[in-house]
Each structure stands twice: as C-alpha cells, then as structure tokens.
C-alpha cells in the first residue's frame, strides 16, 4: 500500500504565495514522474505541472513563470511552490506519483486526496 499526503493548502490573497508538499510513504521501490493537478469547480482536473525523477520539469502554460514544481527524491516527496497567485488558481489541487510497488514491482499510478487552495481578497 502506498499514501501520497498532501499538505500546504489554504486562503491567500491575489499576489500571495503558497507553498504544497506531498509526502509519499509505503511499499515503494521508486518513483518515476510526480505532479501536481488541480480541479476548480465545474471544470476537469487540469494538470499544472510535471518533474521527472531527475529533475526535468513541465508547466501548463497558465503557471509559468509563477509556479515552481521541485523533489526531494530521499525524502519521497514533491513540492509547489505558488507565487503571484490570482483568483482563477483557485481549485482543489492533487498531488500524482508513478510509483513502482514492493514486492510486485509494478508501476502504479497513485493520487494524494487533495489540498484546497482559495485565492481571493
């Protein structure tokens, strides 16, 4: 079994900054890609931005510039760091790991349960 635990979430102002963690615990081997989704009500769950293991990252084009994705590989965890926020970031955001299980060795796609993030004044 494998828990991916989100943290970080919560109300700022337009302008403001945040900063999302996701700690992932249990039965790993390694992880492959982590990353950061996000659903805003009534819309599909978007993806925000990407990391490879090696430190490779990918942003929607929304964020960049303002958002930075990072990972500490030792720690299993993966990080966002949210600057210059603006209302429209406003959403549920989930954190996303391709992990390979012990003792199977097979690749799972996990899901952390989500972290409110509410910008507004």
């Known amino acids: 079994q494998v828990q991916l635990v989100e943290s970080g979430g919560g109300l700022v102002q337009p302008g403001g900054s945040l900063r999302l963690s996701c700690a992932a615990s249990?039965?790993?081997?390694?992880?492959?890609?982590m990353g950061w989704y996000r659903q805003a009500p009534g819309q599909q769950r978007e993806l925000v931005a990407t990391?490879?293991?090696?430190?490779?990252?990918n942003y929607v084009d929304s964020v960049k510039g303002r958002f930075t994705i990072s990972r500490d590989n030792a720690k299993n965890t993966v990080y966002l760091q949210m600057n210059s926020l603006k209302p429209e970031d406003t959403a549920v955001y989930y954190c996303n790991a391709v992990i390979v299980l012990l003792p199977t060795l097979r690749r799972d796609d996990c899901w952390g349960q989500g972290t409110q993030v509410t910008v507004s004044s």
């Open positions: 990391i490879t293991s090696r430190g490779s990252a």
């Open positions: 249990g039965s790993i081997f390694s992880i492959n890609d």
